[in-house]
């Protein structure tokens, strides 16, 4: 699946794009902020390499797959949870840094 190796790789440049821009500011509420985006793109990049294991195998059933098929679910479900929690941050913190934005200039 072409897709999903393509959307892999930009969420880990997401990431690291997101990580590099918390470290460079100074702002407390945009500091979450971004860390919270980067939490999301790395909770999808797990999400979706757990995704791309179960099209890697083609669903095949046999006892020596079922190990990786655990670990690929546990990819999965940890992964996208930990993507959803991050959004939930990053409308929580949206608001908060649009104000530390007002203030900060003053």
Known sequence: ?????FLII???VAYLYFKTKQIRTPR???KAWQK????MALGALMGLV???TFFLFNFEIATDLIFTYIIALLFIVIGFS???IRYKAV????????EEDRNWNE
């Open 1 to 5: 699946m072409a897709i999903l190796v």
């Open 82 to 84: 930990s993507a959803w």
């Open 50 to 52: 757990g995704l791309n």
């Open 10 to 12: 930009m969420s880990g």
């Open 28 to 30: 407390p509420a945009e």
């Open 36 to 39: 919270s985006r980067a939490g």
């Open 91 to 98: 409308k929580h913190f949206t608001p908060l840094m649009e």
